[in-house]
């Protein structure tokens, strides 16, 4: 049994491109494991992989790590990009306040335990980002050794501060994912809030027409006139009794469509009707009765974003426009400087203005073609923004000035998040640049942070066991602390202070620790997605300052 183990260790070192794929697949393996409720997630799954190769003297690259760590902090910046200025002109003092305090506390913990356990450099690091399981201030701290932002203490080596970075959160993360996972559900109980109630008061307070114009609420129906009183009514009356407005009619009679407006209604045309869904219960089924519709494949509907360009629509308004009338198509939204803009038919459009409308492809497309540009999500990528924002961003990271000795900059982790926010906010504004495919997003914030953590747990693997030996029980303790403490005094602070709504302040802590897998019990727990909007709050502010805290706790 020791040949055979023996010869695979010799194969895999031997084969270390294999390795790096085996402990990703293994990772998500042990991430899938599941306990009660909850699963470790692919993080800690690929974590524990990576400690147990790394025990076994598997490394893998600084420079393949670097690379996953671009990847990873470039496109968290670019996701919240958009939702970082929204927060900005809304609630953004009362998010970011939270956000501050939460990192703070956090911060000032980690300090503390680092000093009174007399913790060997770097591990303080290590404590801070596994107890907020922040995987950006662990990369934060990294990068500030790496760049030589920080001086190395006496005696130390970058590899060695870098290996007590990893250990410590190793020990930490765990527990950390755990303890907040298991706060966050259990609070609620204890303070006896109803976080589903909550979620759904929250709803119906501010508005359910807010949701009525969203894709999954419009409907495509259709109708037999049966009422013969619309035969009398003229279009104007028409308009005023049984239109919304916003809702694309067509008639049909015998075999073709005709134009209401010239012709009226008769008892037994079928209208078609493309609208939502509550518009069709209330209005149309009261003078028609649903009849099982003929669809051909122009009937199909799609939703895409259409950018005002053409100097003959410009300064006109929606009314002249008539997309209902003239395209056959419905209006969804209407957006400037990247802003919800409420609209009627009066509202005069503006250069850049980003229609989104739903209806025939083909006619989506004429629309574009004539209105301005046509913005799809395709699958393409922007490769060429994607490596620019990235080069762009360890250039910032570069930068820095010198205070009192000190040298003080962004580092890379700060100079990619400044690149993809301001990428990801120009998107917003104008679809047609930076196209990054959220399925690509996805790709590549997963296979970036998991590259990442894939050595983050090999180095820390070899010396893993001696930390537990001598500073496991209370480094562990310590990590708890940092991982409760801050979201006690974050609800406190947020409901007592900042008057944060009891439906949003829970997601709106697990945003301020930038932990997705909390957020996913927290939006359980109130049966409603309600709660992501206070994540995002503070998730967009929580990202910069944690990579600020974890280049900070450098110096502790």
């Known amino acids: 049994m020791d040949t055979i183990s023996q010869s695979l260790l010799t194969f895999l070192h031997a084969h270390l491109d294999l390795t790096f794929f085996l402990v990703l697949g293994v990772g998500y393996l042990i991430g899938n494991i599941r306990m009660g409720p909850v699963s470790l997630g692919s993080v800690a799954g690929v974590l524990f992989a990576g400690l147990i190769f790394g025990y076994f003297g598997f490394k893998i690259s600084s420079a393949a790590q670097m690379i996953g760590f671009s990847l990873f902090i470039f496109s968290v910046g670019y996701q919240a990009g958009p939702g970082f200025v929204a927060v900005l002109k809304q609630d953004g003092l009362k998010y970011f306040a939270l956000?501050?305090?939460?990192?703070?506390?956090?911060?000032?913990?980690?300090?503390?335990?680092?000093?009174?356990?007399?913790?060997?450099?770097?591990?303080?690091?290590?404590?801070?980002?596994?107890?907020?399981?922040?995987?950006?201030?662990?990369?934060?701290?990294?990068?500030?050794?790496?760049?030589?932002?920080?001086?190395?203490?006496?005696?130390?080596?970058?590899?060695?501060?870098?290996?007590?970075?990893?250990?410590?959160?190793?020990?930490?993360?765990?527990?950390?994912?755990?303890?907040?996972?298991?706060?966050?559900?259990?609070?609620?109980?204890?303070?006896?809030?109803?976080?589903?109630?909550?979620?759904?008061?929250?709803?119906?307070?501010?508005?359910?027409?807010?949701?009525?114009?969203?894709?999954?609420?419009?409907?495509?129906?259709?109708?037999r006139v049966t009422d013969p009183k619309l035969e009398s009514m003229t279009l104007d009356e028409l308009r005023e009794h049984y239109w919304d407005r916003r809702s694309v009619v067509k008639v049909k009679r015998g075999n073709s469509f005709i134009p209401v407006d010239e012709e009226g209604l008769k008892v037994g045309d079928v209208i078609v009707v493309l609208g939502p869904r509550k518009y069709v219960a209330e209005q149309i089924s009261k003078v028609a009765e649903e009849i099982a519709p003929d669809w051909t494949s122009e009937d199909v509907q799609d939703t895409a974003q259409i950018i005002v360009e053409n100097s003959d629509v410009v300064g006109h308004t929606l009314g002249e426009l008539a997309i209902h009338r003239r395209f056959g198509l419905m209006l969804m939204d209407v957006r400037r400087n990247g802003k919800h803009l409420e609209y009627d038919e009066t509202t005069v459009l503006k250069k850049n203005d980003i229609l989104?409308?739903?209806?025939?492809?083909?006619?989506?497309?004429?629309?574009?073609?004539?209105?301005?540009?046509?913005?799809?999500?395709?699958?393409?990528?922007?490769?060429?923004?994607?490596?620019?924002?990235?080069?762009?961003?360890?250039?910032?990271?570069?930068?820095?000035?010198?205070?009192?000795?000190?040298s003080i900059g962004l580092g890379s982790a700060g100079g990619l998040l400044v690149s993809g926010l301001f990428i990801g906010y120009?998107?917003?504004?104008?679809?047609?640049?930076?196209?990054?495919?959220?399925?690509?997003?996805?790709?590549?914030?997963?296979?970036?942070?998991?590259?990442?953590?894939?050595?983050?747990?090999?180095?820390?693997?070899?010396?893993?066991?001696?930390?537990?030996?001598?500073?496991?029980t209370s480094l562990i303790f310590a990590g708890i602390c940092v991982t409760v403490i801050p979201i006690l005094v974050g609800y406190f602070f947020g409901r007592k202070v900042l008057h944060i709504s009891p439906a949003l302040i829970f997601g709106a802590i697990t945003g301020a620790m930038t932990s997705g897998a909390a957020l996913s019990v927290v939006i359980k727990n109130a049966k409603s997605p309600v709660p992501a909007l206070g994540y995002t709050g503070t998730y967009a502010f929580a990202n910069v300052l944690l990579v600020i805290a974890g280049s900070l706790i450098m110096l502790f």
């Open 426 to 472: 120009r998107r917003s504004m104008r679809p047609t640049f930076g196209q990054l495919p959220e399925a690509t997003r996805w790709f590549l914030m997963e296979f970036g942070l998991l590259l990442f953590m894939a050595g983050v747990g090999m180095r820390a693997g070899s010396g893993i066991l001696d930390t537990i030996a001598q500073n496991g």
């Open 356 to 406: 989104t409308v739903m209806g025939p492809p083909h006619q989506i497309e004429a629309m574009g073609e004539y209105v301005g540009h046509l913005a799809r999500e395709g699958a393409e990528t922007d490769m060429i923004t994607l490596a620019f924002g990235i080069v762009v961003g360890l250039f910032i990271g570069t930068l820095s000035v010198t205070v009192g000795g000190l």
């Open 99 to 223: 956000a501050v305090v939460v990192a703070t506390t956090g911060f000032l913990i980690a300090a503390l335990w680092a000093y009174f356990l007399k913790l060997p450099p770097g591990m303080s690091a290590g404590l801070l980002s596994g107890g907020l399981t922040s995987s950006p201030t662990l990369a934060a701290a990294q990068d500030a050794v790496q760049s030589g932002t920080v001086s190395l203490p006496e005696g130390w080596s970058k590899e060695q501060l870098i290996e007590n970075m990893s250990m410590g959160y190793a020990v930490t993360y765990i527990f950390g994912l755990v303890g907040l996972i298991m706060v966050i559900q259990y609070l609620p109980k204890i303070l006896g809030i109803d976080p589903a109630k909550e979620a759904a008061e929250f709803a119906s307070g501010n508005g359910e027409e807010s949701k009525a114009f969203f894709p999954e609420n419009i409907v495509l129906r259709a109708y």
